[in-house]
Every structure is written in structure tokens, then in C-alpha cells.
């Protein structure tokens, strides 16, 4: 309740400052979307819109579609054009529940734009490096990984099948899974690993791994390969033990 209150009176998006379009997705955006679906209080609805409106610059400002960075919220001046896939891709999750909610429906092409402008610049191995220019549309490296700063990008484009049933989405998440696993998977004494690897040859750059392509285990699991994420799973509680 005064959760609600403070935010009917003194939430206003109108500020003259930059804004990371990612983390202001994810949890402010977020944020309202799942308070609304809470409670249901128009106030928190018309919020969300106006912020959305406010990120959304960042998308048509760009001339691949792939987001830039930071955009200010009040003069949608636009910033970092050098970016990442999880920067460029988690935001259909967000941006398609308030096109569902509103019926305006270029949130949902924003953020699908966006994926689409990554996938289809894949590499002829069909990985992903996880640098890119939002202007040029270039990879600013060579290094595929499911860690950050990938991660979330190939959560949210099963996230988009599961919740808006976009074929596409599902099979721009099967083509990638399966590079993924083709190329990137490593069995260590029966423990499943993914290393990072080249995205144009395919040659192994690294085996460090981020704790947070911990989701890597329950992503696997919910796009139905089930053993290979138990897989991932046990290799990682494995490890916790030796530590
Ligand atoms: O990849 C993202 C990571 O999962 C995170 N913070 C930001 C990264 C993208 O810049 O939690």
C-alpha cells in the first residue's frame, strides 16, 4: 500500500539523465508490469507506458534496430551504440506483455527487431560473438559465451516462444541452442560445461565460466533437453562442493 501511494504521487520518468536501457527494462519497466498484473491499478499501467515510450528512442534512434545503451529519459538523447547481446536482447518479455496490455504493438516489434537484427548476423557456425555496434551492426569480437554479457539473450527468446508463441523466436532459439551444444559444450568426468569458444572457428578461447550462466541448467531443462540440463546442473553443484 504505501509501496502504491509513493508511486501515485512521486514516480515521474520525465528526468534529464541517461538511463541504461537494459537495467531500466528489467527492473523498472518490469517492475510496474508486474505490479499492475498484481493489482491491477491503472496509475501503474500509464507509468509503464510513459516509460516504455521513453525507451523506446533508444530502438528507433538506431538504424539496425539493435538498441543503443543509454538513452536520457526526458530529451531522448540516445548513447553507447557499442553494446551486447544480453543489452540488445531482453526486453521482449517486457515490451510484449504491455503491447498485449495496451494493443499497441511496437513494443513487441521493437524488442523482436532487435533479437532479429543479432540472429540473423550470426557467424556460418551459427554462434553469436557478444560484442556489437548498435549503429553498424558489426561484431566487436570474436568470443561466443553464455555468460554475461550473452546470458539473458537466449533466455528471453525462449521466454518470447513461451509467452507470446512467435515461431520465429523458437526457432532462432533452436538454431543457436544447437551451435551452442555443438560447438561450445564440453563433458568433464561426466560433467556438462560450456566453454567459450571462437564464434568464427569454433577454437576454444576459454573454460573460466560467470556463476551467472548458472541459468543455462533450467534454460536447457525448459527448451525440453532435459539431461543436458540436469547435466549442467550436477556439474555445477559438483563444483560448489570442491570449492
Ligand atoms: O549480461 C548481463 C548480466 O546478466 C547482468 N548484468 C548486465 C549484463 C549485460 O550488460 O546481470
Redesign the pocket.
Known sequence: MLFRSWVRTNLNFNVDASFQV?ETNIRMLGGLLSAFHCVGERRLLDLAVDLANRLLVAFTKSPTGIPYRFVNLRTGAVSGPQT?L??TGTYIAEFGFLSELTGDRRYYNAAKRALQAAFQRRTSLNLLPFAIHAETGQFLNRTATIG??A??FYEYLFDGWQLFRDADLKSWYDTLTAAIVRRQAETVNGRLWFRQVDAFTGQTVSRTQSE?AAFYAGLLAQGGDVTRGRSVQIGRASCRERV
Do not use: H, K
Open positions: 537494459f551486447n544480453a543489452e554475461p554479457p546470458d539473458s551467472l
